[in-house]
């Protein structure tokens, strides 16, 4: 009896080291790995951030929202955002003026608050470009030829009121990689932009750390988008990976796929970044997607040339903490 216990004594405990060189193996070279890059960034001139509905906005949303309109429309708050952005390195700025109407039309905005917007962002150099679209069949149809055509004649309607717009942005949620109504869309809105800039949010490529094809572009794709707009704000976030460095070294990996796709083409590449804290949610981990480590894992990215701003996701995220990571980067 006592030489079977020893016997079986033995086996575990050559189980248990087994186990432990194959576990621990993984794990101190996950330790000793240094994804990324802590060197700042190239000085880019096209730095954005998306923003609250609140600042363009109707009256309607606040009252559906329960927020305070006076955090919103007092020219010493309004001046507090845009000089916070300024002293960041931000030229941009998407307001959301999302969805749209299921007619097609783009929601609602204030044209006083907007033409003040404007007035305030201009001392500090700051392009306004609202962010329009909505969700893939339900608020956004643009295969549906009513839709398409109020979607346009109110983004064109809003440049009338407000000709100062530096341009608009098309975020449509899911989109598949390879749809042509999307493209047509694009095409469409030439006519109405008017010189002004025609900005895409943009999914990035495939992965396999997340096989959600609605929400990836395959190079192809992106090429086509990149050929008939001025600029992508690819939103590489929510990517449900839940270890820091693997997300560091797909935002590398990102970062010279979508630099291939623009090169020699005659749009801007901006890469969004995540700024927000949906813990809890599955498809996004904090703790592994943020600021820090997505800017180390395009500053690791040897075609930073090709690149014209990062994106954050979102300003109403930001606190002092936050802006330091951004600003250890941003220089």
């Known amino acids: 009896m006592k030489e079977t216990l020893k016997k079986i004594g033995k086996s575990i405990l050559r189980i248990t080291a087994a186990l432990a060189v194959i576990l621990g ?10 994804p990324g ?14 923003i609250g509905h609140g600042w363009l906005g109707d009256d309607g949303w606040f009252q559906r929202s329960r927020c305070r309109k006076e955090d919103f429309r007092s020219r010493e708050n309004i001046v507090k955002l845009f000089r916070k952005l300024a002293d960041n390195k931000i030229a941009i700025v998407y ?7 299921f007619d097609g039309r783009i929601a609602p905005c204030d044209d006083e608050q907007t033409e003040r917007l404007l007035d305030l962002a201009e001392p500090y150099g700051i392009k306004v470009i609202p962010w329009v679209g909505g969700i893939l069949y339900e608020t956004a149809r643009p295969g ?11 983004i064109g309607e809003l440049f009338r009121k407000h ?26 809105l030439r006519s109405v932009t008017e010189g002004r800039i025609l900005s895409v ?35 590489m976030y929510d990517m449900a ?11 590398t990996d990102w970062t010279k796929q979508l630099a ?24 996004h981990h904090p703790s592994a997607e943020n600021i820090s480590s997505a800017l180390r894992g395009i500053s690791a990215a040897d075609r930073n040339q090709s690149i014209s701003g990062i994106a954050l996701y979102c300003e109403w995220e930001m606190n002092e903490a936050k802006w330091r990571e951004w600003r250890h980067f941003v220089k």
Not at 27 to 34: F, I, N, Q, S, T
Not at 144 to 154: P, Y
Not at 244 to 250: G, I, N, V, W
Not at 261 to 283: H, K, Q, S, T
């Open 25 to 34: 193996v993984p794990a101190v070279g996950y330790l000793l790995w240094r």
């Open 37 to 50: 890059s802590d060197a700042p960034l190239p000085e880019f001139g096209n730095n954005a951030a998306w």
């Open 95 to 101: 307001p959301h003026l999302c969805p749209a109407r």
């Open 144 to 154: 549906d030829r009513k839709w398409k055509k109020n979607f346009l004649a109110s």
């Open 163 to 188: 000709p100062r717009l530096a341009g608009i942005q098309i975020n449509i949620e899911p989109m598949p990689s390879g749809d042509r109504e999307f493209l047509q869309l694009l095409e469409d």
């Open 201 to 235: 949010a943009a999914y990035p490529p495939p992965t396999k750390w997340h096989q959600y094809p609605n929400v990836h572009w395959d190079s192809l794709y992106l090429g086509r988008v990149a050929e008939r707009c001025d600029q992508m704000a690819v939103k």
């Open 241 to 251: 990976i839940p270890l820091e460095k693997f997300y560091t070294r797909l935002k």
């Open 260 to 283: 291939n796709v623009v090169f020699r083409r005659n749009c801007d590449l901006i890469l969004g970044i995540p700024a927000y804290e949906d813990a809890g949610v599955g498809y």
